[in-house]
């Protein structure tokens, strides 16, 4: 009987190691995208505070500057974020592969549209990461008609620049904003919708 019986124990613990195994991976596969802050609030950290809506600001003299980002775009040219300052950037991190960066994409593509077109000092730039075939990025802008650059950063190498502790996109999708001097402004760790992306932008803007 205990012969009998050992294979049955055997098969349960098995069988709860592999509903471990799958719950870990589920875990790992839904906070891959978004990131586990998901743009939660926190209060504040460091030099910047966190409202109730996710985003991250931080006050004027109180920014770190971002770092240069260089690199071949998703369709095939060179970007240097470097040659930007003087405007207001509004980078967002996004892959094709990422559902909240779907859902995110019209309103950014219609924004970055309303900006260039009432001529404001307001530039849009991608960083699309995790795409190992740029076909799949490309296709992405394609479909939501994105009109802006992205650099193409399958490795991730370009947001390690990123200091920790700043305000860094360390979530996918992020968005920064950065002031006219190359700072960061202000951040969220979630996808936005048309108002919330204004929302980031416009207090930047109107800065002198």
Known sequence: M??????????????????????VTGAL????????????PTGSGGNYVTGASGISTAAKGERSEA?????????????????????????NVWGSWCPPCRAEAPAFAKVSKEF??????????????????????????????????????????LLLRFPKGSLSPNAIPSTLVLDREGKIAARTLAPLGEDQLRSMIDPVLAEQ
Do not use: W
């Open 2 to 23: 205990s012969l009998s019986r050992a294979p049955r124990r055997r098969s349960t613990s098995g069988r709860a190691l592999l509903l471990t195994a799958v719950t």
């Open 29 to 40: 596969t839904l906070t891959a995208c978004d990131g586990s802050d998901s743009g939660k």
């Open 67 to 91: 770092p240069g980002l260089d690199g071949e775009t998703v369709d095939g040219k060179a970007l240097d974020t470097a040659a930007l300052k003087g405007k207001v950037v509004v980078l």
């Open 116 to 157: 260039t077109d009432a001529g404001k000092d307001v530039v849009f730039v991608g960083l699309n990461v995790r795409d190992y075939s740029k076909q799949n990025a490309a296709s992405f802008e394609e479909t939501f008609g994105v009109p802006y650059p992205s650099l193409y950063d399958p490795d991730g190498k």
